[in-house]
């Protein structure tokens, strides 16, 4: 006749040296194994900056709360007019003007393609405003493209801020331009002095 209750002691004994073997093993799978660590957005510096016309600011001045649609980081904290509606992530690159001229960002990243509107390019960056400077545009002028998830590819970004249709808006006209890499935000006052005029920015991941 079988015993049942030794039967149990000696599953009961099985299952727990099973769970510690799998313990074990556990443990030194982790210690061998060296598991990537999270990337922070912090590190992420864009080095070789080239813009030859444009004094660029890399120091964030306070100014208080947010104000939208202006392409600053207004309180500092790595952000372009957050709260704003517009489309944000670890790379940003806003432009704001008050004038009713038709001016145009292009940012293309390391795949020589331009971020477009709806679509994601190869470098991972998406154009979600497009403003012609006209009363579609509410009279909040910005134009904005940001990298809509991963981490940004290495390579050479190009930023262009190009006057297409200066209208009746009497010239020089001035654009901010704000880009954001990371948790630092460059931020540039770019004049455009004649019709068709453009200001280049370029940096490196």
């Known amino acids: 006749m079988r015993d049942d209750g030794h039967w149990r002691g000696l599953q009961r004994k099985i299952l727990s040296r099973a769970r510690g073997f799998l313990t074990a093993l556990a443990l030194l799978t982790s210690a061998c194994l060296e598991l990537p660590r ?3 957005a912090a590190v992420l510096e864009p080095h070789s900056l080239r813009a030859p016309k444009l004094e660029v600011e890399s ?4 100014t ?4 939208c649609f202006d392409a600053l980081d207004d309180n500092c904290n790595g952000i372009i007019d957050e709260g704003c509606g517009l489309q944000t992530g670890i790379l940003q690159f806003t432009i704001a003007w008050s004038e009713g001229a ?3 960002l292009r940012v293309t990243g390391p795949d020589g393609v331009a971020a477009k509107a709806g679509e994601a390019n190869d470098s991972g960056l998406v154009k979600d405003r497009d403003c012609k400077g006209t009363v579609d545009c509410h009279g909040q002028n910005v134009e904005n ?3 809509a998830e991963g981490w940004p590819r290495r390579g050479r970004y190009v930023v262009v801020v190009a006057l297409d249709d200066a209208r009746d808006v009497q010239l020089p006209m001035r654009v901010r331009l704000s880009a954001r890499v990371g948790q630092r935000v460059l931020t540039a006052l770019v004049t455009l002095a004649a019709r068709r005029d453009e200001q280049t920015f370029e940096f490196s991941l």
């Not at 120091?59 to 306070?62: E, G, L, M, V």
């Open 38 to 40: 999270p990337r922070d």
């Open 59 to 62: 120091t964030c001045t306070p």
């Open 64 to 67: 208080g709360v947010e104000r």
């Open 102 to 104: 038709d001016v145009d």
């Open 145 to 147: 493209v940001f990298l």
